[in-house]
């Protein structure tokens, strides 16, 4: 398995603003993913972040609204940008470790008044 | 695209009881099959999964899945619950590692 932790681990925020989460992992890994889990639903992937490269957002989600960043092989960063109480949510990473698997952080719990 | 349906968004046992879980799913390729279990608070863990070869699969905690395929389904099962299993469980179908898909989720309650 992966060993991922995730930075805050929640937070309270005004709305307008913006949060940035970060994600590390404990070793070098291609594809890291974020997925968003709104009160009481499944989770929703937002978007697949390669090292090197643009992250590729799924339908409904920005780059605007969700910019991420993928500087190394270890770490990844998503800000949710200009933030409204429906951003109210979990926020989680992901990442592959071995085939077909991914292995999730602890998640970011965001509220937002 | 593959999809994942969950049969009971709350399924509630009492301690010592037999746990299933229902998970039936849509593929048009041979899926991967997971099932992920969220703690209050946590984030998902990985409970078991399914890729290739026997169908029945044993995960953590005293869980295991069987895959059948003319079913179309993932159920999961215990045969005992402990007060401690207590949690939101996702089944989820993938067919390639970029592209996972999670069903709505099941809330288990162990009554005492």
């Known amino acids: 398995s992966a060993v991922i932790s995730q930075k805050p681990s929640r937070d309270i925020c005004q709305r307008g603003t913006s949060l940035t989460i970060q994600c590390q992992v404990d070793?070098?890994?291609?594809?890291m993913f974020w997925y968003r889990q709104q009160p009481g639903q499944s989770l929703t992937l937002i978007a697949t972040?390669?090292?090197?490269?643009?992250?590729?957002?799924e339908s409904g989600f920005v780059i605007d609204k969700f910019p991420i960043s993928r500087p190394n092989l270890t770490f990844s960063t998503l800000t949710v940008s200009n933030m409204s109480p429906e951003d109210s949510s979990i926020y989680l990473c992901?990442?592959?470790?071995?085939?077909?698997?991914?292995?999730f952080g602890p998640g970011t719990r965001l509220l937002v008044l | 695209a593959q999809s994942v349906t969950q049969l009971g968004s709350h399924v509630s046992v009492s301690e010592g009881a037999l746990v299933l879980l229902r998970c039936n799913y849509s593929?048009?390729?041979?899926?991967?099959l997971f099932w992920y279990v969220q703690y209050p608070n946590q984030g998902l863990q990985l409970l078991l999964k399914?890729?290739?070869?026997?169908?029945l699969v044993k995960g953590i905690n005293g869980f295991e899945a069987e895959f059948k395929k003319s079913e179309t389904s993932f159920h999961l099962t215990k045969p005992s619950a402990h007060m401690s299993d207590a949690a939101e469980y996702f089944c989820?179908?993938?067919?390639?590692?970029?592209?996972?898909?999670f069903g709505a989720g099941t809330r288990l309650t162990v009554k005492p």
């Open positions: 992901s990442t592959s470790r071995g085939p077909e698997t991914q292995y």
């Open positions: 070793s070098q890994v291609t594809m």
């Open positions: 972040a390669n090292q090197g490269s643009e992250a590729t957002y």
């Open positions: 593929s048009s390729v041979p899926p991967y």
């Open positions: 399914y890729t290739t070869g026997a169908t």
């Open positions: 989820a179908v993938s067919v390639n590692n970029n592209d996972m898909r």
